[in-house]
Structure formats: C-alpha cells, structure tokens
C-alpha cells in the first residue's frame, strides 16, 4: 500500500484524486500498485466531496505523517509550490508534480535534493500533458543520441493556429474563439507570447543534454504576430502548416534552444498535429524520428500523467516492477468480427440508383464510369455482410467493402 | 556490470551490439547501466568483425556461463528461438527478444516461465519496431482503461499502400518497387496477408486487456485485394487515406481483434503515417488519444528497442532506477539562435522583383496585391537578419518572417 497527499485540489489535484479512485482496479491489476489517498491540501473545504474528509489546511500534517510515501504537488504557481516540493523531498518523500515553471525554474536543485534523501521528483505532467514523454526520453529512449527535439507544446497556440488555418481567422478573431471555448485565459499572455513553451523545452533538453537552460535565457517568440495571410500563403505554396514550435538541438558542445513559429512542411509528422493537441517529435541517432502525439492538457490528461509517475514509484518502492502479466484467452473471450460496428466503404458495379436500391445511409458518393463508390453511416458487420448479399440478389456486383476508422 | 549473450548476429542481432559499443557512454551516462557483451550465438563466423571474439556456435556456453545476466534473443522463427529463450530463463536469466512470432505464440507460458524464476522476457522491440509501445502500455498508460487500439503495424504494407496513394499505382506494381527498394521480401505473404500485423495486435490486445489470443483465431485480412480505384475514390470522397491496420478493442467481457485495410478520415492522426512508418493510437479513457509514430522496423530502429529492454533490467537490477539527471546550464553552454540554420519564409511588401534584388535561392514564391511570399534554401539565422537589413536598405518591407522546420 502507497499513501498519497495531494497538494492543491484544483484541476489538477482533482482530476488525480479521480483517476486513482476510478482505476483503482486497472492499476492494481496491471501494475500490483496499491494507492491509497492520505492527505489533500487546500485553503478550501470541499463540503459533500467523496474526498471532504481528507482536506487539510495545514501542510504540517501531510510532512509530520510518516505514512505519507509520495506528495503530488498540484498547485501550479513557483511558491509556496517549490518551498513544499524541497520539504517534502528533505523529509524523505517522493514528490511528483505537474508543476513546469518550478520544473524549469529549479528542477536542479530539487533534483539534487531528492538524490541525497534516496527519493524521487517525477514531472511527467509538466510536458505534453497525459503524453508519455518525460519517462520515454529518460528511459526508452537512452540508448540514443538526441540529434533534436522538436515540439508543438501549447495546445492553446495550436488551437488558434489551426482556427487561422482552417477558418482564415486573423489572429486576434482566432484568440477570442479560444477564450470563449476554456481553450485560453482571460490573460493569454504565457501561451500566445511562448513563455509556456519555453519552459517546456528547456525540460526537455535538460533531459537530452543533461544541462538545464533558464527559459529566460532563450529566444522565445510567440504567435501574436502571425498574419492571416502567412498562413494563406505557406499553404497555397506546398501546403504548408504554421506552428508554434519549441525546438532544441545540439550545436558543438553547446545546446540550442528557442520557441518560434514555424513552417511545417507536409511530410513532418507535426504538419497535422491540429487543435489542441500536442506533439513532440525526437530526433534519434538509432532510432530515428519518433512522435508523440496526444491531449497535451486538460484535467484527465494531465492527471493521468500524474498518476504514471506515482505508479512508477510504487512499483519500483515495492519491488514488483515490470513484466507483463496475462493468461491465454478462451474461446469465450474472443468477439466475433460480426459485433464490430463502423461505416463501410464499397464499390460496386453499378449506378446510384443500384446503390439506392440497397443502402440509404449514404455519407459520401461518387460515380464514375458506371461504378459507384460510397461510404455508409455506421452499422455492424453482420448488417454489411448483408447489404453485400442484396448486391448480389440484385445482379450487382460488389467489387470493394474496405471498413472506415 | 551488466553481461549480454546475443543469440543470433542477423540484422537485429548485429544492430544490437552496434547500439551497445556506439552508445556505451550515453547509456551509461543517462541511466547509469554499465553494458558488456559477452557471447554471440551463431552458427557462422564473422572472421575481421569486432565482435569476432565473443562468437559462440554452442548455446551451452551460455546457458553455462553464471555472469551472463541478460539473453537477446534475435533469431526469428518458432525454433530454436522458443526452446533457447525457455532454457535462459529456467536458468535464471532475463531474455529480451524481437521475435513476435514467439511471442504471440508462446508468450503466456514463457511469461510464467519467468515470473517463476524471479527472471523477466521483454519484448519491446516485437512491435513497432524502434518505437517505444510496449513499455508505454506497460507503465505509463497502466492508469486507464483502454478503449480501443488501431495501429498501422506493418512497415511494409503501408510502403505499399503510400504509392498507390500518391503515384496512383495498382498493387502489383507497388509491391514490386517495394521489393526491388528492400522493403518487402522476395516471399511477401506475411506482410501483405496481414499475418505480421496479426501477430503485433494480439501482442498488444494482451497488455491492454490481459489475454493473449493466437493470431490464428482473428479475423486477418490483407492488402492484395485494394484496387487503385478504391485508393483513388476514397481519396476523392473525403480525404480518406487507406491503410492497413491492425484493431483491437473491448465488446462486453469479450476482445475483439482484427487486421483489415481500413479509410481514414482526414482528422485521425494516422492518416498521414506514410511510408515504412509505423503508428499506433491508443484509446485510454483517462488520457484520451495517444499516438505513438515511429519507424517499425530496420536494423538500428529494431536494435534501439532490444536495449532500451536490456537497460532496464539492468536499472531494475542494479537499483539506480529512474531519476532524470541534469546539472544548471552556464552560459557556455548555450548556443546562440544565430548558430541555428534554417529554411526562411518571408513575406515582403513588394513584387518578385524586389524579392530578387536581396534573396537568390528561391524554393518557392507566391505574388498577390502588391505582396510576395517566398521561401529561401536553408541559411543561418545571421545571415536571414541580413536579409532583412538589405530590404530595409532598399526600402521593402519585410512584413513577416518565419523559420521554417
């Protein structure tokens, strides 16, 4: 059993407390890691909250109490953030957080700090939201040289970005849309102007070049003063995308490091990484190039990064770590095809109206030398491998079905 | 000090021990495992190789050898693969293997095997080739449930599948330039039936939901029978691309798993994945999408994924698991952006003749009111400034400039 305390019970804090009642089951079977919520600080109280019992006020009670295995600092902001980190961390207590300005600002020390308690300071969540980055360029990824990372690290500029993009929204337009979906902050400034970015990628680096830059000491460069018109011109010229990019490489001895935006030529794997999400892609000298995609935010996301590197001390504290556990499946597990629902894609040999005669739920046609292609609506294989037997009682040929993701 | 057998000096075999000797300071520098190859199982010599020394036609030298910690496995095939990956790990030693065919087939009771000798059989490098998928699912996805898997998994197909997409050709043919290119075999069954892509489903069907399936007992449907027409429409409907992939998901208590070519909508990320590029998208329920892009195969890609196995057995062993080691940046440290080099975009408030006044190597140019758009070769980002200052000096102005990635 791994107690747990929680500070902060904001988006962050909550959406962890929610993730470790709610795959309380799927962890412990996958991992064996038993978690038990202990302690949650807030200056508020949480009245008729499954978890009200557990509020403190008082950060000495989650220090004094020596069952208290791991902190999962969730208040955001560099104080008192860093000052209960470092003393959390001096009292022998692993710390995770999801907190990237105290990440970037002193992950040195609090690094060196926990090294000489024999713990951990974990900060998956301070990257790329729920996307496992941290730990894949910690370990995954260690047999390999980083030639350069490059990184789409805010979804809130790429949310704008793509809104310039697909609508033809001039920046300030695009920014307002943002702000009335939560997808920005009354004051955007850290997003829009890069500083976000920034501290990102500096984390980043540290973890491919050992050394830690000050976001304030790199070239950070926002999106506030992309034109409508860049981005109608980079697409119409080979199709081109505009992101705000978070970008570090090796330079001789030295790291460089900057936030900017960029044009994405179509064949990156970043040029479709669209909305708010996120993508990191890492330059390995054996490996190659490797993406990572997903919800770089958001509080399930962001929590379920959280909750990884909590997994990740528990198992490696009790010894249990790391083989895969599964059992032969029965007959009896296995689903048949026939269940899977989807659209369907067919060509057949035959006009519209052929394909009238079968199927009404029609998503998308086209016709073309007397073969008519279309996509459904979803339906059950079973009801596909029907329609095709009315083809063919109707004297029409089907010359393709291909399922639709 | 770690000592690892190789079995098998193949492609994987060989790029094992490549990655190993070329890497041996960064591994050891980000993850503190001090790695030595000790034996190399293979029935040929490799008289002038640097690893001529180690080469070993008896298995029994190994299985014998008490200092061997760690069995690579990289033979391919059913046997002796299977039988030699059993006898390590009743002997006490971890195997880390390529082989999904092994894996999908004899996974559940090699897994026991190893659980009951305190030993551990990893598998990173049987699916996805270099990408890092299996840990992934292990550990940092271990905190959601998994909604569903749909992954492009085999490297050869979608070479195939990419060029009837963009050179309009007709199976056969692309098949054949995939041969001639290396990237499918003289006997293509297993990659074009789907029969790989089955072998790496069920693998991940497994860690998602706990019970191996045998390849055999899902649905398995090749590429062979995707026409040019149908690569074409779904093209023209929507934008769907098509590819072949692999599926998995829950029905009730039941797993449904399949390989079929399926459409692609234009919004799902892996519907650019081209090439011999492999990606996987994972359905958490915390998390949300993740996807996991990378090359799925090759010597060093492949090679990349055996290590990053065998490091961490070897963190795990030695106990100096996973905190990210970094100290603070000087000033020396960082490179200044000047240093960086670039293709530019720029936008100028002038015609194409005012363009080439300042910039010669033109990529791409676009002119409209009065304003040009273009994009330069790559230069650094001192001489782009000075692009800039010449058009100052001839009085253009630069309306915008963007790096491109």
Partial sequence: MINVAILGFGVVGSG???????????????????????????????????????VTHDF?????????????????GAHPAYDFSKAALEAGKHVVTSNKLVVAQFGTELLEIAEKNGVR??????????????????SDLAQNRIDGISGILNGTTNYILTQMSENGAEFADALKEAQT?????????????GHDAARKIVILAALAYGKLISPDDIHCEGITKIDAK??????????????LIGHAEKVGDKILAFVAPRLIPTANPLHDVSDVFNGILVNCDMLGDAMFYGRGA??????????????????????????????DAADDDIAPLSDHVCAHYFRIA?????????????????????ETAFITKPMTEAEAFEKEKAFAENGTKVLSRIRVL
């Fill in 350 to 370: 035959g006009c519209v109206k052929c394909m009238e005669k079968v199927c009404d739920n029609i998503v998308h046609c086209v016709s073309e030398n007397g």
């Fill in 16 to 54: 962890t407390a929610e993730v470790i009642e709610k795959n309380k089951d799927v962890i412990k079977t996958k991992t064996g890691a038993d978690l038990v919520i202990k302690h949650i600080l807030d200056l508020r109280d949480f009245p008729g909250s499954p978890f009200e019992k557990l």
């Fill in 121 to 138: 300071y974990l900060f998956e969540a301070s990257v790329g939201g729920g996307i496992p980055i941290i730990k894949p360029m910690m």
């Fill in 298 to 327: 958001g509080k399930l996301p962001t929590a379920s990064a959280v909750v990884s590197d909590v997994i990740d001390i528990a198992i490696k504290s009790e010894m249990k770590a790391g083989s895969a556990k599964w059992t």
């Fill in 181 to 193: 979906k939560g997808y920005a902050e009354a004051d955007p400034t850290s997003d829009i102007e």
């Fill in 230 to 243: 860049d981005v109608k011109f980079a697409e119409e010229m080979d199709g081109y995308s505009i992101k």
């Fill in 60 to 76: 000495n009670d989650i220090i004094n109490d020596k069952e208290v295995d791991i902190v999962v600092e969730a208040m955001g």
